[in-house]
């Protein structure tokens, strides 16, 4: 299946702004973050088609993921 | 009735040589404005705080000079509000250095300043109130003095200690705003809950390189939760990105723009929105935090 994956802020260097990947059936959000070796304590807001989801939340066909990095700096 | 006539002469001769503070104020506005040295002068003539004086001015409908700027984008009557107004600023370092600075010139009448860190060398490159002279000073102290030095009409409380879950109430209470300006993502969480207990907006900001984001949580929402939900412990990606001087100043600017419109109960806020910043591709965006638009598994 085809997944849309944009990528904000410092997730985007050494990757993309946005791609759409294919991934097989059953593909969790955790496991898209894992492809592109995003570290899970870095992931902030996720959103699929723009609604919130956490990372066990399973992608379907031609959904498009966005990924955000937590910051907390100040 | 000669006790009554030698009462009355009193009073003549003390309006007419000492006059009162309003009736100073009046006679020296120009126009609408009083200038600052006759801020100064009436304080120090009549024995009262430049904030006593800042208050009458204001009652009267004039304006301190020093706020003329201020003008159509905030009225006589919005800066009086400003001024009755307390804004608790929680840390003191790149964006609460920034973001305390604004609000004095701003003309908030009283800070409440709540850091216990003191400066170090890493902060040279973006927090305000550091200077190499001043390496190894309370931050709030550094603030106090500042403040002082370039609005000492606002009242400013230094307090030099952590927030936490158990001091926060106690620390923020008579506040009408707070201001994340922390540097830890498990204190911020904790300061969200202290200000929803007291139902007190909060208005966040947080930052990391090129990147930084805003919102502001009113009471009975769960902004800062929703936003950090999936944080575990630790901190963020400012750890590996580093902090620049530009984006604690346009960050700490947004989340002064939030208190503004917040106090003067104008504007729109980020209400249920966040708004994401990259500076590095130069993109804003405003994320919907509504619960409503949250899956629920």
Redesign the interface.
């Given at each position: 299946m085809k997944i849309t994956v944009k990528l904000?802020?410092?997730f985007?260097a050494g990757r993309f702004?946005i791609e759409t990947v294919e991934y097989p059936e059953g593909t969790t959000v955790a496991d898209v973050a894992d492809s592109l070796k995003l570290p899970?304590?870095?992931?902030?807001?996720?959103?699929?088609n723009?609604?919130?989801?956490?990372?066990?939340?399973v992608l379907a066909d031609g959904e498009t993921l966005a990924l955000?990095?937590?910051?907390?700096?100040? | 009735m000669p006790t009554v006539k030698h009462w009355r002469c009193f009073r003549f001769w003390a309006v007419g040589e000492m006059g009162t503070l309003p009736i100073f104020v009046r006679d020296h506005a120009e126009g609408q404005l009083l200038p600052w040295k006759r801020q100064v002068e009436a304080a120090e003539r009549f024995g009262v705080t430049l904030a006593h004086v800042e208050g009458v001015v204001l009652e009267r409908g004039l304006l301190p000079a020093r706020y003329q700027r201020n003008c159509a984008a905030l009225s006589c009557g919005d800066q009086l509000t400003l001024f009755r107004s307390c804004v608790a600023v929680v840390g003191c370092g790149g964006l609460g250095g920034y973001v305390v600075e604004e609000l004095a010139r701003l003309g908030v009448g009283r800070l409440v300043i709540i850091d216990p860190d003191l400066f170090e060398e890493h902060n040279l490159n973006r927090q305000l109130f550091s200077s190499p002279g001043n390496l190894g000073q309370a931050k709030v102290q550094a603030a106090l003095a500042r403040i002082s030095e370039i609005n000492p009409a606002v009242t400013l409380v230094p307090i030099q200690e952590a927030l936490s879950i158990e001091n926060g109430a106690g620390l923020l209470a008579g506040c009408q705003v707070v201001v994340d300006a922390l540097d830890t993502i498990k204190v911020r969480l904790e300061l969200a809950d202290v200000c929803g207990g007291l139902n007190v907006p909060l208005v966040h900001g947080a930052i990391a390189g090129w990147y930084g984001h805003v919102a502001t949580q009113f009471p009975g929402d769960d902004t800062l939760q929703s936003i950090y939900s999936s944080w575990k412990s630790g901190k963020g990606v400012e750890q590996t990105l580093g902090n620049p001087s530009f984006t604690p100043a346009l960050v700490a600017s947004l989340e002064v723009a939030e208190v503004c419109k917040l106090l003067v109960g104008q504007g729109t806020p980020l209400r249920g929105r966040q708004l994401m910043i990259d500076l590095y591709s130069m993109e804003l965006n405003v994320i919907d935090m509504a619960e409503s638009n949250r899956e629920s598994s």
């Open positions: 904000f802020a410092s985007r702004d899970q304590s870095e992931l902030g807001i996720m959103m699929v723009s609604r919130h989801v956490k990372l066990e939340r955000f990095p937590l910051l907390g700096g100040g | -």
